[in-house]
């Protein structure tokens, strides 16, 4: 019987020897695992649509690495997109619109993507390749505008402010062609897609163009646009101000804030200076 407990207990001893070898090798291993999982970078998608864009956003995403944030930058051709797939989850941040873009988007899609952090204002320009001047546009001449409604009522505004139409006043900040209640020139106004308007230039007369779209065609808005809606800075509204968007529940989201503050910053500033020749006005 002696043996026998001899022999019981040198058996429990050796499994709770191997059992104690196995729980150190699996706390080591999920301890590793954790600590894996610690190191992984989050992603964050942001959708831009301007190459002038890009190459800011990529010196911020560089920046960002140094928080273990990998962020991933989404091209767009046009302004339809970004807004599509911020709402469907196809990107978590968009940073291309001001707030009457975004606000026109949200009305007319059941959306509730939100504002998390401001970036530029962008003047509107009018260009042409016939004239120095938009003095001296001409009774007949065709003008282009971006069709959609915040920015082609921004542009009927640039227009009026140089008095080659005038709108009726109760149109408030989205005017549209129909709302043109003077016109003594004669002017043709037509409504095209923002990106395109650059090419437009060689057939119409002149053409409002949105400054990404105008910087990424080798124009220099302060020296080739005929006018800057912001040489009059104090009646550019404040829904003009361009923003970083997110999903309304990812307002508070620690992440994005980061992203957002890591944008606004001095390096920022100069990199807006620089690519878009001083026009684009830094809004935060």
């Given at each position: 019987?002696k043996?026998?407990?001899?022999?019981?207990?040198?058996?429990?001893?050796?499994?709770?020897?191997?059992?104690?070898?196995?729980?150190t090798?699996?706390?080591?291993?999920?301890s590793?695992?954790?600590?894996?999982?610690?190191?992984?970078?989050t992603?964050?998608?942001?959708g831009?649509?301007?190459?002038?864009?890009v190459?800011?956003?990529?010196?911020?995403?560089?920046?960002?690495?140094?928080?273990n944030?990998?962020?991933?930058?989404?091209k767009?051709?046009?302004?339809?997109q970004?807004?599509?797939a911020?709402?469907?989850?196809?990107?978590?941040?968009?940073?291309f619109?001001?707030?009457?873009?975004?606000?026109?988007?949200?009305?007319?899609?059941?959306?509730?993507?939100t504002?998390?952090?401001?970036?530029?204002?962008?003047?509107?320009?009018?260009?042409s390749?016939k004239?120095?001047?938009y003095?001296?546009?001409?009774?007949g001449?065709?003008?282009?505008?971006?069709?959609?409604v915040?920015?082609?009522?921004?542009?009927?505004?640039?227009?009026?402010?140089?008095?080659?139409?005038?709108?009726?006043?109760?149109?408030?900040?989205?005017?549209?062609?129909?709302?043109?209640v003077?016109?003594?020139?004669?002017?043709?106004?037509?409504?095209?897609?923002?990106?395109?308007?650059?090419?437009?230039?060689?057939?119409?007369?002149?053409a409002v163009?949105?400054?990404?779209?105008a910087?990424?065609?080798?124009?220099?808005?302060?020296?080739?646009?005929?006018y800057?809606?912001t040489?009059?800075?104090?009646?550019?509204l404040?829904i003009?101000?361009?923003?970083?968007?997110a999903r309304a529940?990812?307002?508070d989201?620690?992440?994005?804030?980061?992203?957002?503050?890591?944008?606004?910053?001095?390096?920022?500033?100069a990199?807006i200076?620089?690519t878009?020749?001083?026009?684009d006005?830094?809004a935060?």
């Amino acid at each position: 019987m002696k043996k026998k407990s001899l022999l019981g207990g040198i058996i429990l001893s050796a499994s709770l020897f191997l059992a104690a070898c196995g729980s150190t090798g699996s706390t080591t291993a999920s301890s590793e695992a954790v600590s894996s999982a610690a190191t992984e970078p989050t992603t964050v998608k942001i959708g831009l649509v301007s190459e002038s864009a890009v190459s800011i956003w990529q010196a911020v995403a560089d920046r960002l690495q140094k928080q273990n944030i990998d962020l991933e930058i989404v091209k767009f051709t046009d302004y339809n997109q970004p807004n599509i797939a911020l709402q469907n989850g196809d990107i978590d941040l968009n940073a291309f619109q001001h707030i009457a873009f975004l606000d026109n988007y949200n009305a007319n899609n059941n959306a509730d993507l939100t504002p998390i952090g401001f970036t530029f204002v962008s003047p509107l320009g009018i260009y042409s390749d016939k004239y120095t001047d938009y003095k001296e546009i001409k009774d007949g001449d065709t003008i282009a505008i971006p069709n959609d409604v915040t920015n082609g009522g921004r542009a009927l505004l640039l227009l009026q402010a140089i008095d080659l139409i005038k709108l009726d006043n109760a149109t408030g900040t989205t005017p549209t062609v129909s709302d043109i209640v003077e016109n003594p020139k004669n002017l043709n106004i037509q409504e095209l897609d923002a990106a395109q308007l650059p090419r437009s230039l060689q057939d119409v007369g002149a053409a409002v163009i949105n400054t990404n779209f105008a910087v990424d065609a080798g124009l220099v808005p302060t020296k080739d646009a005929l006018y800057l809606d912001t040489e009059n800075i104090q009646k550019v509204l404040d829904i003009y101000k361009n923003v970083i968007a997110a999903r309304a529940e990812d307002v508070d989201n620690a992440v994005y804030k980061k992203v957002v503050a890591e944008y606004q910053t001095e390096e920022t500033k100069a990199l807006i200076a620089e690519t878009t020749k001083n026009t684009d006005i830094p809004a935060w």
